[in-house]
DNA sequence: GCGAGATAACAATTTACATCA
DNA sequence: AATGATGTAAATTGTTATCTC
């Protein structure tokens, strides 16, 4: 909530209350079902059932521990501990899930061991009463030199990540951590700004379109005039270059009498007939100059 | 050129915590 | 004071794109 009004979050759209699939990812789902098992996902599969054979106390009493670290406690682990992805509380069940951290420097067994370790000791612990995981809460000042960092850049590279974590005490990953979800932040911020933008634009595009039936409707009651057709000069016909789409317009007319209507407005009548397919590449000024001009033999 | 592995960014989701009625 | 609902930030998980070998 105060990070919220730090970021000027506050706009408040009747989105839907809770975040659904992304209908746009569509090919989400394929994908995800068209990978092949890999080895190793078949090795994540098997693992926690050959640790923990049919025994639901011993994956409680496992998962108790992975819940039980206190995060708030001032990093021990080294940078060289953070790389090969055992520094979160969480981190050796992401190693054991992820694709790509937990493979890199530790073999299977070794992980295992590791696994074995850190719940044995877990139940220690759980014994101890000190088993609720925390969740860091950054301070204002770390959070205002996260912040200010981002506002230079809302990227990082692994210097910067390095640095920025040594500074504020706070491990690598959670650097990289709170930039995520910070671009996120400032993600969802810029759709709901481009949401009420578009709600102002269909707004005014219907207020326009009422107003364009209005004129029609007073056209079209025009049109019963006499008057109105003594007014008309006819048709004009337009030819269009065939190579490159460009309208050319036939010279205007001479008759410039009294009863003569200016070409610009019958051009503007034109327009008014209904809608015209718009072609982005024609629209050039030199809409209506003839055919011989757009191609001048030389 | 192709495939495998590493890496970063991201979306979606979960979880812990704070606040309020 | 206790409690449940709710919102938010931190963290996790899985996917994708890109690069390098």
Redesign the pocket.
């Known amino acids: 909530?105060m990070?919220?009004q730090d970021?000027g979050l506050s706009l408040s759209l009747s989105f839907p209350?809770k975040?659904?699939?992304?209908p746009l990812?569509i090919?989400?789902l394929d994908?995800?079902t068209s990978?092949s098992p890999s080895p190793f996902n078949l090795f994540q599969k098997n693992c926690w059932t050959d640790l923990f054979p049919s025994s639901d106390q011993n994956l409680e009493k496992c998962r108790t521990f992975l819940?039980g670290i206190d995060?708030n406690r001032v990093p021990t682990i080294t940078d060289d501990d953070e790389e090969a992805g055992i520094s979160?509380?969480?981190?050796i069940?992401?190693g054991l899930?992820?694709?790509?951290r937990s493979?890199?420097e530790i073999n299977c067994c070794e992980e295992l061991e590791i696994i074995e370790r850190e719940c044995s000791r877990s139940i220690t612990d759980e014994e101890d009463g000190e088993t609720?995981?925390?969740?860091?809460?950054?301070t204002k000042d770390q959070?205002a030199v996260l912040e200010e960092s981002f506002k230079k850049h809302n990227?990082?590279n692994?210097k910067k990540k390095k640095a920025l974590g040594k500074r504020l005490g706070l491990r690598p990953?959670?650097v990289e951590?709170?930039f995520?979800?910070r671009?996120?932040?400032t993600?969802l911020k810029q759709t709901e700004v481009d949401c009420e933008f578009l709600k102002r634009c269909c707004e005014n595009l219907t207020e326009e379109n009422r107003r364009l039936q209005k004129e029609v409707q007073e056209l079209k009651a025009l049109k019963l005039s006499p008057k109105f057709y003594m007014q008309m000069i006819p048709p004009t016909t337009l030819t269009m270059c065939p190579s490159c789409e460009r309208i050319a317009s036939p010279p205007y007319s001479s008759a410039s009498g009294p009863g003569s209507v200016d070409p610009r407005a019958n051009q503007m009548i034109l327009t008014r007939q209904g809608p015209v397919p718009f072609n982005l590449r024609a629209a050039s000024p030199v809409l209506h100059r003839p055919i011989s001009d757009l191609h001048p033999r030389s």
Do not use: F
């Not at 979160?88 to 981190?91: L, M």
């Not at 899930?97 to 790509?100: E, F, R």
């Not at 609720?132 to 950054?138: D, F, Y």
């Open positions: 909530m990070e919220n970021l209350e975040r659904t699939a992304n990812q090919n989400s994908s995800s990978i819940k995060v979160s509380p969480n981190s069940i992401s899930s992820g694709n790509k493979e890199r609720s995981r925390k969740k860091l809460r950054l959070s990227t990082l692994p990953r959670q951590v709170w995520q979800n671009r996120a932040r993600k």
